[in-house]
């Protein structure tokens, strides 16, 4: 088996620097819940086939939000299931982010509803009649064109307000967000969706540009270090996360 080539239940971790050591407590928590796990470049997924990829998107990562702009604009990549993670520049876990996934805009159409037959969620869209949530500034017409074809009835909201209010009247099947929102992003976003219980257990899909200026990755970096403001999750709370996003 090449040295790159992932075997069983091996994660591989991306957006640290070899050698910072910050990646010791996030390796202790997977090895805990029966995980291999090392550190790894992009640049191997395509051929080392792992079981999934934990990324460091926080201001001390190795250009994190990079490396998931390029995970996802890959067609040879973009299915790799990617979970997010918050590292304290010590390494501590201090937040998770397991959304449903990740698609990038301009939406390549049969490539998002391949992946929502694959999740299981366009099945039930033959039988009931569901509503689709697409939380976007922009209104997102071809995404919601695609989302309808599928049998859903879809729904917009413009900021993480309206989307809060529409979810606490009516639920909806799953929703769509943009990474950033006039007045938060989908993170904290989805934050707020967990509390309510019409919204808890649906699945969030976050919309990324295909392209990210330094100061629009700084900024919602600084978001999520707001969010995750001196917060550890212990190895059993990392644990949950992961298996859900499993």
């Keep these: 088996m090449p040295e790159n080539t992932a075997s069983g239940r091996e994660l591989w971790i991306l957006g640290i620097t070899p050698g910072e050591g910050r990646e010791e407590q996030l390796c202790s928590y997977l090895s805990a819940g029966g995980y291999r796990c090392r550190l790894e470049h992009v640049e ?47 390494g501590k876990v201090g937040g998770v982010f397991p959304v449903a996934g990740f698609f990038t805009l301009p939406i390549d159409e049969r490539h998002l509803l391949e992946r929502l037959t694959v999740f299981g969620l366009t099945e039930d869209a033959e039988t009931w009649d569901l509503q689709a949530l697409v939380v976007s500034r922009l209104g997102e017409e071809t995404l919601s064109r695609a989302v309808e074809s599928a049998g859903f009835e879809v729904i917009k909201a413009y900021t993480a ?57 700084t900024a919602i970096s600084r978001e999520i270090a707001h969010l995750v403001s001196k917060k550890q999750l212990s190895c059993e709370e990392f644990l949950s996360f992961l298996r859900r996003r499993g």
Excluded at 74 to 83: E, G, H, M, S
């Design 161 to 217: 307000k309206e989307a809060k209010a529409l979810t606490s009247i009516h639920p909806v099947y799953m929703a769509f967000v943009s990474l950033m929102l006039p007045d938060m992003s989908a993170f904290e976003l989805l934050e707020k969706l967990r509390l309510h219980p019409y919204s808890s257990n649906t699945p969030v899909f976050v919309l990324l540009k295909d392209v990210m200026k330094q100061g629009e990755k």
């Design 44 to 90: 191997n997924l395509a051929d080392g086939r792992p079981l999934g990829a934990i990324l460091d998107i926080s201001p001390f990562s190795d250009d994190g939000w990079g490396l998931l702009l390029k995970i996802k604009a890959d067609p040879a990549l973009r299915n790799i299931p990617v979970l997010l993670v918050f590292l304290s520049e010590k």
